[in-house]
Every structure is written in C-alpha cells, then in structure tokens.
C-alpha cells in the first residue's frame, strides 16, 4: 500500500475517507497518529501539500472540491493521499516511497467514492505506483440498461510526474471487432463513456492498453441521478488462484494481444 | 523448488499450526483437491423487492480466445441461509460469452424462495491452467437490484475462494480458521444517516460464531451471531440520529472475516466488499 486515490468525475463529486487503524488485529503495526499528505502531478512534478493529522483509531473524509480549495487550483486530474511522518519537499522528481509498514490481509485501504445529489457509491480501494512498462487487459461484464449511463473509469499512477499518453482500444470479445481507442494518460482518473458503442446485454466488451496498466471501473449513473454504482473489473489473473496465477495472466494476456488487432484510422 | 516445497506445505498443515511458528505462513483459504474447481459463496437476495443477477462468462473462450465455443455446462448451487443445500441448476454456455442471470427467476423455478447463498462452478476444459498448479475460480460479478429504487443495479465482485467442487463431484469448503480469535477492522465508517446490513458467510466446516462490534464515540454495542457451514447471516445496523457515526470491528476464528456490505441511502444503496 502507498496512497489512497482521490478523484473525480465529470458528473458526480469524488470523496475519499482514511482510516488510521489497521484492517486487522494480527499483523503487526505501529499505531501512531499519522500526517496525511495531497500529492498531484502538474505534468513535471509532482507537487505535494500537507494537509493534516489522524489521530490513531481515527477516520477523516477528504472531498475532491475541498482540496481543490485548499490548492486553490480549478482541476486536478487526480489526487494521491498518503500518510507520512516525515515532511515532504513542495515539488518532487518521482512519487515518495511509504514510511509505514502496512497490512496486507487485506491491504490498509480507504473508502473510495463518488457522490451525486443523494446518492454515494464506494470501494475500498489504494494504488500502487504502475510500472511504466505495463499493459491491460480486461473484460466489461457489467454494462447497464435501461436509463443508465455508463463509463469506463481508468485509473493510473505512475513514479513519474510526466503526464504520458496511450490509447486504450476496445473491442467485441466474441468477433474481435475493434471498436474505438480512447487517449488516456498517466496519472489521471480517465472517463471513457461507453454508451454510445451500443454494446448489448449479451455482448462483452473487452479493453486493452498496450502501454499502460491501471485500475479500471465500471461507473454508472442513473439518468435520474438518484443511484451510483462502482465497481473494478478483473485482471485476467482472477479467473485463477493458487500455484502460479500470473503465469496464468500472462498467458491469456497474450492469447488476446495477439488476436486484437486495431483498424488504423 | 522452494514454491513446490510452499505448496506441499499448505496443502498438508493446517494454517493454525503453522501461523504458531509465524504468521507469514498464515493462508486464508485451503488449497482445493487436484482437479478442483473454485467458487465464493456469493450472497442471494431475492426476498422482499430485492433481486439478485449473475453474469456467467465463458471462461473456456475468454481463457483460449483462438478455440471455438465448446459444449460446457456451469453448476449452480444453492444454499439456504442454515447452509442446508437446496438446490442445483445446470446452464449450458450459450453461444455469446456472457449471460446475465436473473436469480429470482431461476430461484422460482427451483422452488427457492429465501436469501441465502450460491456457488458457480466452471468445467476447467483448460489443461495449462492445471500446468501452473492453479485452479479455475468464479469470483463473479453480482448485480444486486431493489425495484423500489429505481433499475440501477449496485455491481460486486467476488473476493473468497470459499468453495471448491472437485473432478468427482465432491465439494470441499476452503475457509481457515486460527486457534485464536481475530479481528476484522470494517475500513469503512457506518454514516449515522443510513441503514447498513452486513453479509457474512461461512466457508468452514465448523459453526462459525462471529461477534459484531458496533463503536460510537462513546459507547459500543456487540451482537453475537451463528453461522452453520455453507450459511449466510447478517448485522443490521439501523439509522438513529442520536447516535454518530460508528465503526465496526468483527471477532472471530476466521483471518479474514470480510462481509459484504449493503449502504441503504434515501432513493438509493450500494453494495462493496468491505
């Protein structure tokens, strides 16, 4: 665990709740109060503000727009929370390694969230810096209908502040019609609408990213606002568990790269 | 070597023995029986105005994209909320990869009217998966719907391997449990404005007893609950003013006792993994 996403969306309002105590009872841990740092990347460096202290047992909820006020800036394309106990420099080359040891069973997370109007939705969430030679694959199974609006959120971080491009492509997984590719950069929360490819109930989308590996969402918002649902799509690597799963991964992974093939526009 | 000598040891010594010489050992599920395919225990709600939906993907063409579609049957087991097993449907893959079930109607159709839990198995068609000592596992993607609130569905994946069906037919629940109790911090803060509900199942071979903390400021209440083999239970937290927020702490045997949790808003829920 390094950091904890705080992002937003071009319709509902991003939020993020720290927790300072451990998942569990059994791996050790230092209990102390921790300093919680805002981190963003200006596309150079990444510029970091301190914002305040958690008390040990303690949980604090940290609004997308209230950062911004802080920072005084109109758009962040993310924001990184990380607790810390010694002070950070104001602008810095590469992200900051973490200063605790964390839990692992499961991984010290946040509640991650969006909210709309009367509506809130969430997951327990943390990010790692991607290495920046990495790629994606994954499969959309949880498209809505019927008033719903719907997108593919995709998340990155990467060590280096630079703003970096790549394109996701999507794809019919059953005819392997290529679709559209989407830029996307680094270090941002990117939204991808997905209803104007018309994919149907019985049809899986599949996206790919050759050159950069994130965390994607399944985001929908129904059209009267009133209810959010957020959740990540898989890795390949969960169709598997036990023995050697990334093994597995790689494999499909590569059965899929290979047999994807974007039309050149 | 040294990963061959890892497994053989999880496979053979229970993970309560090993977590007494150090807890780095400690494995949260059992490794299943050769052969072995893998499933949580997802949570049904199909009582009241609750529904719950399934997609099934084609895991054989989504693990072998260049094979054509073979003739493979999924199993469905379900389970009441005493952990009794209830009932079993077969579902043929069908010709696109995925295939959204709509579990009250398949519930109704077998006579299963209560929440409770089910299980996915896949046919692991798919030898170089077995080549990798891994095993096929549905870790889903559930859909849960209340027709009160509107046609949203609020998405959940899977995250236990809790029940392994072997090659023969035998089914082998997965959950470890310690010699000793332990405590799941719930990371999420209970919102004084809301309803929550709490899922909890038990993939253990032993009446799993866990006890809910609830902790306000200044005060806390504990409940006590009961949960067969293959069972499903719940901690209802209700919306009181007076009270603030709270924040839930889960003993048990269990290492990792995670509910699924409901958030009942105002026109709307959500449901996450805790």
């Given at each position: 665990m390094a950091f904890f996403p705080l992002a937003n969306s071009a319709k509902a309002d991003g939020y993020c709740t720290l927790h300072?105590?451990?998942?569990?009872?059994w791996e050790p841990t230092k209990n102390c109060a921790k300093t919680v740092w805002a981190i963003y990347s200006n596309g150079q460096k990444w510029i970091t503000k301190e914002l305040d202290v958690l008390e040990v047992g303690s949980s604090k909820t940290y609004f997308y727009a209230d950062i911004l006020s802080v920072l005084a800036l109109?758009?962040?394309p993310l924001i990184l929370l990380q607790f810390r106990k010694s002070p950070l420099q104001k602008e810095l080359e590469e992200l900051p390694g973490h200063e605790f040891t964390y839990?692992?069973?499961?991984?010290?997370r946040a509640t991650v969230g969006f909210s709309l109007n009367q509506a809130q939705t969430s997951y327990q969430g943390e990010i790692n810096p991607f290495p920046s030679k990495a790629s994606l694959l994954t499969f959309h199974p949880f498209i809505q209908y019927n008033e719903i609006d719907n997108y593919l959120l995709f998340m990155n971080a990467e060590k280096s502040p630079v703003f970096r491009s790549a394109y996701i492509e999507i794809y019919h997984?059953?005819?392997?019609k290529f679709m559209d590719k989407v830029a996307v950069k680094s270090n941002q929360i990117n939204e991808i609408p997905l209803?104007?490819?018309?994919?149907?109930?019985d049809q899986l989308p599949v996206f790919i990213c050759r050159t950069m590996a994130g965390i994607p969402f399944g985001f929908g918002i129904s059209k009267d606002e009133k209810m959010l649902s957020l959740e990540h799509t898989h890795p390949p690597a969960s169709f598997a568990v036990h023995g050697n799963r990334f093994a597995v991964q790689g494999q499909i992974k590569k059965q899929w790269f290979n047999i994807l093939k974007p039309i050149s526009s | 070597m040294k990963n061959l000598i890892k497994t053989w040891i999880k496979k053979n010594i229970p993970t309560k023995f090993i977590e007494l010489i150090s807890?780095?050992?400690?494995?949260?599920?059992k490794i299943p029986h050769e052969a072995s395919v893998i499933s949580d225990l997802f949570p049904l709600r199909i009582e009241e105005d609750w529904n719950t939906h399934f997609e099934l993907l084609d895991f054989h063409r989504m693990l072998n994209p260049n094979e054509e579609r073979v003739s493979l049957n999924v199993e469905l087991f379900f389970y009441a909320a005493s952990g009794q097993f209830l009932a079993k449907k077969y579902i043929e893959i069908s010709s696109p990869l995925k295939q959204s079930l709509d579990l009250k109607m398949i519930c109704s159709e077998l006579g299963v009217k209560e929440d409770g839990c089910f299980a996915v198995f896949h046919q692991n068609n798919s030898s170089w998966v077995d080549d990798q000592n891994s095993f096929l596992a549905e870790r889903g993607y559930i859909g849960y719907s209340n027709k009160r609130m509107g046609p949203i569905k609020s998405y959940v994946h899977g995250n236990l391997d809790a029940i392994a069906l072997s090659s023969m037919g035998k089914l082998q629940l997965l959950g470890n449990t310690s010699f000793f109790s332990k405590k799941y911090n719930l990371q999420h803060i209970l919102d004084k404005n809301f309803d929550y509900e709490l899922f909890f199942v038990n993939p253990t071979l032993k009446t799993l007893a866990i006890e809910v903390e609830e902790k306000f400021e200044n005060s806390a209440v504990v409940a006590s609950i009961d949960i067969p083999p293959n069972g499903i239970s719940s901690y209802k937290k209700r919306h009181v003013k007076k009270n603030n927020y709270s924040q839930i702490i889960i003993k048990s045997k269990l290492y990792l006792c995670r509910p699924l949790v409901f958030k009942i808003m105002p026109t709307s829920f959500d449901v996450f993994h805790g």
């Open positions: 300072n105590y451990p998942p569990n009872d109109n758009y962040i839990h692992k069973v499961p991984e010290w997984s059953l005819t392997k209803n104007h490819y018309g994919f149907k109930e | 807890i780095k050992g400690i494995s949260i599920t």
